[in-house]
Every structure is written in structure tokens, then in C-alpha cells.
């Protein structure tokens, strides 16, 4: 059956442009998870959705990074005005529930501001 | 808080040598633990997964994991490595049962070279 999938696999932006990343979680899971993977930092949680809420925001590193999910599927991540420290791997997860803790990962969206 | 370390940033083994990535983890109650590994450019796999029970664990492409609980520590194995076992290794692990959470806390990982 189909994976978690990411969308873009790769996107170069310049600093201060707005950036939405996407993925589509593994049909009839309804935990998502975006985590972070950079060189200094290792890899970060950010945020988790069960169904279309967010219980768990305390990952997001600034206000500038927002996450929605819509129809318990879909979910985007918007960073506003790109900064070079924003330049990482992101990650994108689901599990069937978040009591399954059980997580699949996407091939996630390398993101580079130049 | 939960903590994951790996004390080894970089192994070396030969082809068909047997193969320990270490990881220690700091929790306070029983942890789900996690083996995952990254091919370059690729998503993370999981590799195996400990939640209770047999403290040794059986996962995918041939690899194990012992849980000690007297050692905080839950090492990976493989009896005789392949080239294609070349990789990044992330153990990890997730806040306890009951939670709603399922944020999984990460060590920074293991990366594996396989001479031939």
C-alpha cells in the first residue's frame, strides 16, 4: 500500500519568501507528526495533529512555523519569512493513532534558504 | 524529561562481522523504545520496537535489540552485517502508556560503514 509521501522532495527559497511543505499521511491514520532534521540539531519534534487538532504545538520553534490539517488527512507546514537557519530536512510521520506510537515516516522535503 | 543517547557517532565494521549500536535512554517510567534507520535521502525506517515483554526483540533485515532495564539501555545487533547495512541508525523513544502524546525523542544517531 501507498507510504507516507512529501511534497516537494527538495525546495530552495530565498530567505525572507514564504514556504508550505506537504504531506499526505498513510490512509486511516489519524496521528501526524512533523519532526526536523538538521546537522547541528539532530532530529526535532514540531507538532502533532490527532484527527484535525493539534494537541502538542511546543515543538514549532517561532511563530513564524504554523501546521494545519484538514479532513483528518492532509497536512501543511508554513514557514514564513524563511530564515538560513530554517535550512533542514523535514519530516513527516503518521501512526494509525497516538496510543499505536507506532510512526511511518515520508522521505521528507529538504529545505535550503539561500 | 526523555533523553536518548548514542555514544557512537561513527562505526566501521567488514562485510559479515557482527555489528552492537549502543543507546541509552533516560525515562522514568517504562519506555517504547525504537530502532529506525536512514539511507541517504531516504525517510526513516523502523527497524524494531520494544514495548514490553521478552526483553529481546526480533525486527526486520535480520537485526535484534535486548532492553536492559538495569543499564537504560536498549543495543541493536546483527549477527553478520551486509554492505546494503550501510546507513544512519536512530534509536528512539516515545513518552510513556496512557499518554496522548507520541512525540518520539531521538538519539543523534549512528552512522554505519561496511567495508567489503
Known amino acids: 500500500g501507498a507510504g507516507v509521501s512529501q511534497s516537494p522532495s527538495n525546495k530552495v527559497t530565498e530567505k525572507g519568501k514564504d514556504v508550505e511543505l506537504r504531506c499526505d499521511p498513510i490512509?486511516?491514520?489519524?496521528?501526524l507528526y512533523w519532526y526536523r532534521q538538521s546537522l547541528g540539531q539532530g532530529l526535532e519534534f514540531l507538532i502533532y495533529f490527532q484527527g484535525n487538532s493539534a494537541p502538542d504545538k511546543s515543538g514549532l520553534p517561532s511563530d513564524r512555523f504554523s501546521a494545519e490539517r484538514t479532513g483528518g488527512s492532509v497536512s501543511t507546514l508554513t514557514i514564513q519569512r524563511t530564515q538560513q537557519e530554517d535550512s533542514a530536512v523535514y519530516l513527516c510521520?503518521?501512526?494509525?493513532?497516538?496510543?499505536?506510537?507506532?510512526?511511518?515516516f515520508g522521505p521528507g522535503t529538504r529545505l535550503t534558504v539561500t | 524529561a526523555q533523553s536518548v543517547t548514542q555514544p557512537d557517532i561513527h562505526i566501521t565494521v567488514s562485510e559479515g562481522a557482527s555489528l552492537e549500536l549502543r543507546c541509552n535512554y533516560s525515562?522514568?517510567?517504562?519506555?517504547?523504545l525504537f530502532w529506525y534507520v536512514q539511507s541517504p535521502g531516504q525517510g526513516l525506517q523502523l527497524l524494531l520496537k520494544?514495548?514490553?515483554?521478552?526483553?529481546l526483540v526480533q525486527g526486520i533485515k535480520g537485526f535484534e535489540a535486548e532492553f536492559k532495564r538495569s543499564q537504560s539501555s536498549f543495543n541493536l545487533r546483527k549477527p553478520s552485517v551486509h554492505w546494503s547495512d550501510a546507513a544512519e541508525y536512530f534509536c528512539a523513544v516515545v513518552q510513556g502508556r496512557g499518554s496522548t502524546l507520541g512525540r518520539l525523542y531521538f538519539g543523534r544517531g549512528t552512522q554505519l560503514t561496511v567495508w567489503p
Open positions: 525515562y522514568g517510567a517504562t519506555p517504547y
Open positions: 510521520a503518521s501512526s494509525l493513532s497516538a496510543a499505536s506510537y507506532e510512526q511511518y
Open positions: 490512509s486511516g491514520h489519524t496521528a
Open positions: 520494544y514495548f514490553s515483554g521478552d526483553t
